[in-house]
Structure formats: C-alpha cells, structure tokens
C-alpha cells in the first residue's frame, strides 16, 4: 500500500508468537505482539515505522508482509534467540482471560533504538511495555505531534514513579477501565478518568471491550460503541487494533480539529472488532478500505436516531 500525504506513525512494542487456548480450541505459534497488531491496524491508513525485536524462529515472510503495506521494518532488530511467547486462556465467553505462561526471550534486553530516519515521525505509539523504555523512546524522537501509550497493571503495581513521569509526556492515554481504576486508586470510572488526566494525559480513552471505549478529554465524555458481531472468535490483539485504528486515523487527517480524538474513536473501534473475527491477526490483515467504511456506516446507522431527541416539556 503507498501512502502519499499521511503523517508517519512510529510504533514501539512487542512481537510475538502466542499460545491460545479459545473454547473453540489451541492455537499455537500464532503470530502475535502489541506492535504487530497495531502496526497491521494503522497501515491501513498511513505509513508506520516499527521499532521491535524478534528471534531467530520469526518469519521474514510476516516482516515482509508488514513492508509491502507500508509498514517500515527497519527498526525490527533480529537476535539470535526464541521471539517472545505469550500463553493465554480464555474464558467459554471470552470476556476475560488468564496469562498461562509469558517467556520474554530476547525481548528480556529489549532496549529500543529509534532508527535516526524514524526520529522525526510525528505521531508515536508507546505500546506496553516498561515505562522506562516507554521514556527511553521518547528521548529518541524530535517533539513529535502527539504521544499515544498503552500501559498495563503490572506497571501501575510495580512502576508507579516511572509510570508518573511518563504520564505527563503522553497526549492520548489508552487502556481498560480495570486499569484506570487502578491507576487512579478510585472505583468511579469518571472520577478515576479525572484523576489519570490530573497526572498528565490530556486525553484518556478508556477501552471496555463489548461494551465500547468512553474518552476523556477537555471538552467532555464522548462514548462509542462496540460493532455488535454475531461471532467473536479472538480477542487477543483488539486494544492494540483500536490504538492502531485510532492512530492511522489522526495520521491521515487533521488531528488538531475539535472534533479528531472523537472520529477517530470510531477508526479505533472499527479495527478492534475486525481482529477479533479472526484468530490472531489473520481477518486485521485482510480487510481493506472498503471494509473499514462498510463498517463506519454500519456505526453511524447504529447512532442515527433522526434529528434531535424531542420531547414536550
Ligand atoms: P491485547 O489483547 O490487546 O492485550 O494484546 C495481546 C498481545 O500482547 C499478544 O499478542 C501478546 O503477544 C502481547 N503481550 C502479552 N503480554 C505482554 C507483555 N507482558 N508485554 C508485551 N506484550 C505482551
């Protein structure tokens, strides 16, 4: 895929191969990691640089696929060793899941280097990872335009100095409401999202699986739904697609008008349902454009009630 005027996206994080074990059953050496998921969401929409780490046993062959959409490799260090490895199984509903196993393999030294021509790239991606890293890269880029990172509870728990110097370097904080909650140390998703923004992100996108993604920013709350699928196969990847979607869409469009974060909330949910209809990131790399605005309209046919919501006072 060839973008002409998009903006680049960097994305830093992890490749994988995953384990999982679905009600419907195991799938092994899947082709997995946040950054590979978020990388595949974004090309479609705009050029992305990938800063990672794999094994000797990662296929060139997903490397190469990555480069024909506009995925940039260059920053994909290859070492001599096993790619990570993630095991996880899910619930019969899918809603929840359990990490059986997690070998860091070469990703354990993982220090990322930003590539010198991948150093001005206006919009970053801080997967999850350490947060030290996570700063790590952004010593290594020019002020770029906007800061997008993800983080986890293991961080909150054991990071929590690193993870507040982070924070107020981040523009768009993205994570589950599990998260926020505890980040904040306060139940009330509203008032946890107020505290998180205290710390520093301008933005906070709380992700809620099923039940959609709530933002919140300077002028508000703003919700989108999760796309209604008949049949949900994997989850495993949906919150990298969403932060990727969301990105591809502030890369290929004006990010600093009012009303961005709020459109490209429906990109983000719109990629995170197409990655669970397939195992791994199998149906994320099928789908085209076309696809994506089938989908939008589907959204906006869900939230189109008519005009306003009149009644007689
Ligand atoms: P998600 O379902 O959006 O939380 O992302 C799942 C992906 O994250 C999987 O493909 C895993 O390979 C990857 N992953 C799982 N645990 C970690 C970890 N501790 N650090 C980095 N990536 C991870």
Redo the contacts with the bound molecule.
């Keep these: 895929m060839i973008h002409h005027s998009e903006k680049s996206i960097l994305v830093v ?2 490749l ?1 191969f ?1 384990d999982l074990e679905m009600p419907t059953g195991t799938f092994k050496d899947v082709i ?3 950054a ?2 978020s990388a595949i969401a974004s090309s479609l929409l705009a050029p992305v640089r990938l800063v990672g780490v794999v094994g000797a046993d990662f296929p060139q062959a997903m490397l190469d696929d990555l480069g024909k959409r506009g995925v940039d490799t260059k920053g994909v260090e290859r070492q001599a060793g096993k790619t ?1 490895r ?1 095991h996880g199984r899910y619930s019969s509903d899918l809603a929840s899941r359990e ?1 059986l196993d ?1 070998q860091l393999n070469v990703f354990a030294d993982f220090r990322p280097k930003i590539p010198k021509e991948f150093a001005a790239s206006p919009l970053v991606m801080l997967g ?2 350490h947060p030290a890293l996570q700063l790590e890269v952004l010593k290594q880029v020019e002020r770029p335009q906007l800061v997008v990172a993800d983080t ?1 509870n ?1 961080w909150i728990q054991g990071e929590p100095k690193t993870l507040a110097e982070l924070l107020p370097k981040v523009d768009v904080l993205v994570i589950n409401d599990e998260e926020v909650r505890e980040l904040a140390g306060v139940h009330n998703l509203r008032r946890a999202a107020e505290e998180v923004r205290r710390r520093g992100p301008k933005a906070l996108i709380v992700k809620r699986g099923e039940h959609g993604a709530l933002l919140f920013d300077a002028q508000g709350v703003f919700f989108v739904p999760a796309y209604p699928l008949e049949e949900v196969c994997d ?6 697609s969403f932060a990727g979607g969301l990105l591809g869409y502030l890369a290929s469009h004006d990010h600093t008008e009012p009303h961005a974060l709020r459109r490209a909330m429906f990109f983000a949910s719109a990629m995170g349902s197409f990655c669970v209809e397939g195992i791994g990131p199998r149906r994320l790399l099928s789908i085209t454009k076309r696809d994506l605005r089938s989908r939008l309209d589907q959204f906006l046919a869900m939230v189109e009630y008519g005009g306003d919501l009149p009644f007689r006072e």
């Design positions: 994080g992890s994988a995953d997995g990691g946040a590979t998921y990570f993630w990490t997690t999850n990872i986890m293991f989850p495993t990847g949906a919150g990298d």
